[in-house]
C-alpha cells in the first residue's frame, strides 16, 4: 500500500496539534505488510523517550487521522 505524503503530512500537523512533543523526533506514518493485510504506525528518526506521556495516543491519532482523510 502506498502512503499518500499530503494526507500523511495533514494526519501528522493535526496529531501534533495535540502532542507537540513528538514534533522533536521526526514521525512519520509507515505501512507495514503483514502475514494478512498490514499495518499503519508511525516511526522516528529518533526515539522518544519511553516513558514520554501519551505516545499511545499520538500513534492512534495519527493513523486514525490518516485513515479518515484516506477514506480507508
Not at 494526507?7 to 512533543?21: I, N, T, Y
Not at 504506525?41 to 492512534?60: C, H, I, K, M, T
Amino acid at each position: 500500500m502506498q502512503i499518500d505524503a499530503a494526507l500523511a503530512a495533514k494526519a501528522l500537523e493535526d496529531a501534533l496539534q495535540q502532542f507537540p512533543a513528538f514534533a522533536a523526533y521526526g514521525p512519520r506514518i509507515a505501512y507495514r505488510e503483514l502475514f494478512q493485510g498490514g499495518a499503519f504506525l508511525v516511526q522516528y528518526e529518533n526515539d522518544p523517550p519511553r516513558d514520554l506521556a501519551g505516545a499511545w495516543d499520538f500513534q492512534n491519532a495519527v493513523v486514525k487521522g490518516y485513515k479518515r482523510l484516506a477514506g480507508i
